[in-house]
């Protein structure tokens, strides 16, 4: 069964989004974090390999949803054409029990 968050939260003051999955596991996945693996083309190319961008701007304006299985993470610079599916970010919540 695919876990799900049951609820997503920006904290501007902490400079992370939280998430709440479907098996009760919290996720905190700063800014910059979300921001340097945006899974977009632009940003990973095409090779399949994944790779970690450094970004000057991590500001989060909004996080929109894409149908049910995504989010679209809206960029102080302009960026937004990354489509984060919900088993990319449970893939790769940074908290020390998934590391």
């Not at 939280?18 to 996720?27: A, C, F, I, K, L």
């Not at 949803?65 to 970010?89: C, F, K, M, P, R």
Request: charged letters at 20%.
């Amino acid at each position: 069964m695919a876990v799900y968050p049951v609820e997503v939260a920006r904290q501007a003051d902490e400079r992370s989004v939280r998430m709440t999955w479907s098996d009760d596991h919290v996720g905190e996945y700063p800014f910059a974090y979300l921001r340097g693996w945006c899974p977009c083309a632009e940003c990973q190319g095409h090779g399949g390999e994944k790779r970690y961008i450094h970004a000057q701007n991590t500001d989060l304006d909004r996080i929109s949803v894409v149908g049910n299985y995504a989010l679209q993470l809206h960029w102080g610079d302009g960026h937004e054409t990354g489509i984060y599916s919900y088993q990319y970010l449970r893939g790769m919540c940074p908290c020390d029990s998934c590391q």
